[in-house]
């Protein structure tokens, strides 16, 4: 406990300065979730895009990103083999920020959608299981994991390929187009508005204690998401109304009056996903910085949970909006033009088969990456107007990053981690 005592500051500025770093990442490579599709189909330019996710992936990360989060990610640690060496703890969860941080800068830069989840959860099992024990590691949980990289994208590439076929059938393959999407817009915008709200409420706000207080359980959310579904159908109407059949835009492209109808729905869906995913996926940064700074400032004492401060929410939304705006034109370039090229009526059924996905595997528990599920609904829909729509060269290198970046993180965290060790010991 000497250790931590006598490098306390240096040891709080190193996490803050790595979380801050591995926020950065995630803003710049999983803000594509949120944005890739809206950008991709031409419903809000990158410039609108990056503004509405400064706005509500801040207010996602910072309003709900969770006031007490468990200090051992994902539950793949067991913190009571630490208790007499908690130095091992902290060199460890600095190891891993910064070994996800360099990972999703390298990903980044070439524009790969990765799991900042995988990222960070490959780090921590990487200096747990060679710096502390094998046995100090989850294996099961482990297992789960990657049982992910098929079942998310498996999942949401499904329920795309079925939405986008709706699609066709009651809309765009209709004799009038128009008119058809005037009738059954509303009900999509019904289905998105309800999942979207279900998203926000089962893994958004369940962190926040005034939230929690409410004792909420999955029928209440569901009836509360009616609410607001209905709401916002409501509101969508209204703007739908607004926009009128003009022959001579659909000169170039048949479909071009009946895509604005759906770029509506393009703009409630990027706010509503910003918000969740900024809500959920800002614990990946903040969760073990936040556990650095309960051990440094006990003085050596590892608690399996530990208050999140406000001060620690802010640094992440903060890395966040940074790596969004410096870095984060590369992925949503990937997801929204690479993988096959989107229109708004595509990319909505891609974000409504990512949201439907989110919620039923929030409902059942199954341990799903939002990047893999929005990348697997956007190949649905790709596959759904036949292969030739695919651009299966970039589709093969996104698979070899998601499989690359559990090891990746592991042997970067190893590496950290006994050169942490070196220095403060």
């Known amino acids: 406990m ?74 793949i640690i067991d913190p009571s083999l630490l208790a007499d060496t908690p130095e091992l703890l902290v060199y460890g969860m600095l190891a891993s920020l910064l070994a996800a941080g360099i990972w999703l800068l390298v990903a980044t830069h070439f524009g790969w959608p990765v799991s900042t989840t995988h990222s960070i959860v490959g780090a921590i099992v990487g200096f747990a299981a060679v710096g502390i024990s094998m046995e100090a590691v989850a294996w099961g949980k482990v297992g789960t994991i990657a049982a992910s990289w098929v079942v998310s994208p498996l999942l949401a590439g499904t329920i795309g390929f079925f939405t986008f076929m709706s699609v066709q059938r009651l809309v765009l393959d209709t004799k009038n187009p128009f008119e058809s999407a005037q009738r059954y817009v509303p009900m999509y915008i019904f289905i998105v508005a309800f999942l979207i709200s279900m998203v926000t409420m089962v893994k958004g706000l369940k962190h926040i204690t005034a939230f ?171 596959i759904a107007r036949g292969i030739g729509a695919l651009n299966l060269r970039v589709i093969g290198t996104i698979f070899m990053s998601w499989i690359v970046t559990l090891p990746a993180g592991a042997g970067l965290a190893i590496l950290f981690f006994f050169l942490f060790k070196g220095i403060f010991s």
Request: with cysteine.
């Open 2 to 75: 000497s250790i931590i005592a006598e490098h306390a500051t240096l040891l709080l500025a190193m996490a803050c300065l790595f979380g801050f770093f591995m926020a950065w990442g995630v803003g710049a490579n999983d803000v594509a979730n949120a944005m890739g599709t809206s950008v991709g189909s031409k419903a809000l330019t990158v410039k609108q895009a990056i503004i509405i996710a400064i706005i509500f992936e801040f207010a996602g990360a910072f309003l709900a990103g969770g006031e007490v989060t468990a200090t051992i990610r994902k539950g």
């Open 212 to 382: 929690k207080a409410l004792n909420l359980n999955f029928f209440h959310d569901a009836m509360i998401s009616v609410g607001i579904a209905t709401l916002v159908t409501l509101i969508g109407i209204s703007m739908l109304r607004k926009i009128k059949m003009v022959p001579s835009e659909n000169k170039d492209f048949h479909f071009t009056s009946v895509e604005k109808l759906f770029g509506v729905l393009m703009m409630f869906t990027a706010c509503a996903m910003a918000f969740a995913h900024g809500s959920n996926d800002v614990a990946n940064a903040v969760g073990p910085l936040a556990a650095v700074a309960s051990i440094v400032s006990s003085g050596g004492e590892i608690g399996a949970k530990s208050a999140m401060p406000m001060w620690v929410l802010l640094l992440g939304g903060g890395g966040i909006v940074a790596g969004l705006v410096m870095y984060g034109h590369k992925v949503i370039a990937t997801i929204g033009t690479n993988i096959t090229e989107l229109t708004p009526s595509r990319g909505f059924a891609a974000t409504l088969a990512a949201a439907a996905t989110v919620v039923l595997a929030s409902g059942t528990g199954l341990p799903i990456s939002t990047t893999h599920t929005l990348v697997g609904a956007v190949l649905g829909v790709g």
